[in-house]
């Protein structure tokens, strides 16, 4: 016969089971209004909103890190979605959780986290326009007995941003050009803002820069720096692009007419990135202008721009090519 004490007992117990079913939220916040893609962040935040403490695994692919992998769902008004141009990573959650990489988040907590989209993604091809985000919802927790588990998060707040861009203008260049160019100019923007940064954080010789501008002095290394600093600053979406010239060159400018750079044939033979790039090219010109530093010319090519790295640090601090092969950085160096 099933007794009252018993009723009770099977209801405390039933009671603790559903109050120990793991629950997370999240919600996504930004400006409503973002002037060009640089300045793209989302912000991701995830709360324990059930009431046992939760030991997250702070996974690479989820939103609980900055790593740019492909966590976000995004689309315009009219279904075009950007290019992921991110990483991707292997992890194993079981290997992870026996080294303790995770994040312990008691009930009622929450985690914040930036997220720079213009990592990850390339808008070129989708432009200026009204952009819906979601995020990847899935969490993996450690379990009292250290297996693993899954936590679906309800996303409470979903983002809805007005992505600004200025437009850049193109003289004698067909749909497909113009589609290269900013795809071109999008690799640009990130070997820019990667070739300052990591200037900046290097107090000594490294191979990378010695490779493309010798033998380290604080004063030389500080001459690049404020180069890649200015064409970090340069917008290049809203630069003139020329394709009217026919020649076998790859582009030039006048240095002293800035915002302004002729391609020609050679570019559109050139990979968007790597070696002799699109997007190097880009950085090779832009380093000529005056009001970036104003470099010259002084060895064209990979193998002349190592030779006069030895054998004349000055002016490869000085030279465009050096500029792009450090920037494009392939092979890599660190």
């Not at 992921?84 to 929450?110: D, H, I, R």
């Not at 007419?257 to 391609?263: A, C, E, H, P, S």
């Amino acid at each position: 016969m099933f007794s009252v004490k018993s009723l009770l007992v099977s209801l405390v117990l039933t009671a603790v089971s559903v109050s120990a079913t793991p629950a997370l939220s999240l919600s996504l916040s930004g400006g409503s209004t973002v002037k060009g893609v640089e300045h793209l962040t989302v912000k991701a935040t995830i709360t324990n909103t059930g009431d046992e403490t939760l030991k997250l695994l702070s996974d690479p692919r989820s939103l609980l890190s900055k790593r740019p992998v492909n966590k976000f769902r995004i689309a315009d008004a009219n279904g075009a979605r950007p290019t992921f141009t991110g990483v991707k990573v292997k992890y194993s959650p079981e290997a992870a959780a026996k080294q303790g990489a995770y994040t312990v988040l008691a009930p009622g907590a929450s985690i914040e986290v930036d997220h720079d989209l213009s990592q990850g993604y390339n808008f070129s091809a989708c432009g200026a326009g009204s952009f819906d985000f979601e995020g990847d919802s899935t969490f993996y927790i450690v379990k009292d007995d250290n297996s693993i588990g899954v936590v679906h998060a309800e996303e409470t707040s979903a983002y809805t941003a007005q992505l600004l861009s200025k437009r850049a203008t193109f003289i004698g260049c067909s749909a497909a050009r113009q589609t290269a160019v900013n795809s071109a100019v999008a690799a640009a923007e990130t070997y820019a803002s990667s070739s300052y940064n990591y200037l900046v954080s290097i107090s000594a010789t490294t191979n990378r820069y010695s490779t493309w501008f010798g033998t380290y002095t604080a004063a030389r290394k500080s001459t690049v720096q404020s180069h890649f600093n200015l064409i970090n600053n340069n917008d290049f979406s809203s630069f003139t692009y020329d394709c009217t010239c026919t020649d076998s060159a790859y582009a030039y400018v006048y240095p002293d007419t800035f915002g302004r750079i002729y391609f020609c044939n050679a570019f559109w033979n050139a990979p968007t990135t790597g070696t002799d790039s699109k997007a190097g090219t880009i950085i090779h010109e832009a380093s000529h202008y005056t009001r970036n530093g104003g470099t010259d010319d002084h060895a064209y090519g990979q193998t002349a721009a190592q030779n006069l790295a030895r054998s004349n640090p000055a002016l490869a601090v000085m030279n465009a090519d050096s500029h792009e092969y450090f920037a494009e950085n392939t092979p890599a160096r660190t």
